[in-house]
C-alpha cells in the first residue's frame, strides 16, 4: 500500500511562494498521477492540479498562472509552488495520486495546514 | 461554487438506507462515466468509497453503491452504521480544461 507524506512551512506571508513537497513509500512512482488538491477551514476540497510520471500535467484554472507541479523520480518526490499567496491560499494542503487523468484519487497523504499570513 | 452541486446534508437512523445525489453537466458526469465518491471523517484525508460510478475498492463495505442517469450521479449507502457519518464528496472527469472538478460535500448525520 502505497503511503503519502506532505512536508513544508506550516506558515507563509502574503505575496510570497508556497512550496510543500509529497515523498512516495512503498510504491512506485512511475505509472500514475501525482496530485494536490486542498481544503481551506470548513470547506470543501478543491482541485489543484497533477503532474504525470511521463510529463504531462493539468492545472485548476483558477490557479494555473500561479502554480508549478514538478516530480523528482529519484527522490520519489513530487512538489507544489504556489506563488504571490494570499489569505484565501490558506488551507490544509493534500498530496494524493491519481490513478488516472480522469480519477480516482486512491491514496492520500495525511494533509498539512498552511496558513498564509503575516 | 462548486462544478458539482450536492446537497449540504442528509441524515437517517441507523439501518436505514441514503442517497446522496451529485449534478454536473453535460461536460462531465453526462458524458463521463468517471465519477467517484469520497468519504472524510473530521480531521482525516478523504478515502475513495466509490470510482467509475459505480465500482469499489477492495476493502470496501458492499453497503457503499454508485448509480448514474444523465447529469446527476447517486451515492446509497444502505444499513447505515454510526461510523458512516462524515462528510461524503463526489467528483468527475470534466472535458474542460481542468480535468477534475468536485462538489461541494454533504454532511451526513447518523441520528
Known amino acids: 500500500q502505497v503511503q503519502l507524506q506532505e512536508s513544508g512551512p506550516g506558515l507563509v506571508k502574503p505575496s510570497e511562494t508556497l512550496s510543500l513537497t509529497c515523498s512516495v513509500s512503498?510504491?512506485?512512482?512511475?505509472?500514475?498521477?501525482w496530485s494536490w488538491i486542498r481544503q481551506p477551514p470548513g470547506k470543501g476540497l478543491e482541485y489543484i492540479g497533477y503532474?504525470?510520471?511521463?510529463?504531462?500535467?493539468n492545472y485548476n484554472l483558477s490557479l494555473k498562472s500561479r502554480l508549478t507541479i514538478s516530480i523528482d523520480a529519484s527522490e520519489k518526490q513530487f512538489s507544489l509552488r504556489l506563488t504571490s499567496v494570499t489569505a484565501a491560499d490558506t488551507a490544509v494542503y493534500y498530496c494524493?495520486?491519481?490513478?488516472?487523468?480522469?480519477?480516482?484519487?486512491?491514496?492520500w497523504g495525511q494533509g498539512t495546514l498552511v496558513i498564509v499570513s503575516s | 461554487q462548486s462544478a458539482l452541486t450536492q446537497p449540504a446534508s442528509v441524515s437517517g437512523s441507523p439501518g436505514q438506507s441514503i442517497t446522496i445525489s451529485c449534478t454536473g453537466t453535460?461536460?462531465?458526469?453526462?458524458?463521463?462515466?468517471?465519477v467517484s465518491w469520497y468519504q472524510q471523517h473530521p480531521g482525516k484525508a478523504p478515502e475513495v468509497m466509490i470510482y467509475?460510478?459505480?465500482q469499489r475498492p477492495s476493502g470496501i463495505s458492499n453497503r457503499f453503491s454508485g448509480s448514474k442517469s444523465g447529469n446527476t450521479a447517486s451515492l446509497t449507502i444502505s444499513g447505515l452504521q454510526a461510523e458512516d457519518e462524515a462528510d461524503y464528496y463526489c467528483?468527475?472527469?470534466?472535458?474542460?480544461?481542468?480535468?477534475?472538478?468536485f462538489g461541494g460535500g454533504t454532511r451526513l448525520t447518523v441520528l
Open positions: 494524493a495520486r491519481l490513478r488516472y487523468s480522469y480519477g480516482p484519487f486512491d491514496s
Open positions: 512503498d510504491g512506485s512512482i512511475s505509472g500514475f498521477y
Open positions: 503532474k504525470y510520471y511521463g510529463g504531462s500535467s
Open positions: 453535460s461536460s462531465d458526469i453526462g458524458s463521463y462515466n468517471y
Open positions: 467509475a460510478v459505480s
Open positions: 467528483s468527475s472527469y470534466t472535458s474542460t480544461a481542468t480535468d477534475v472538478v
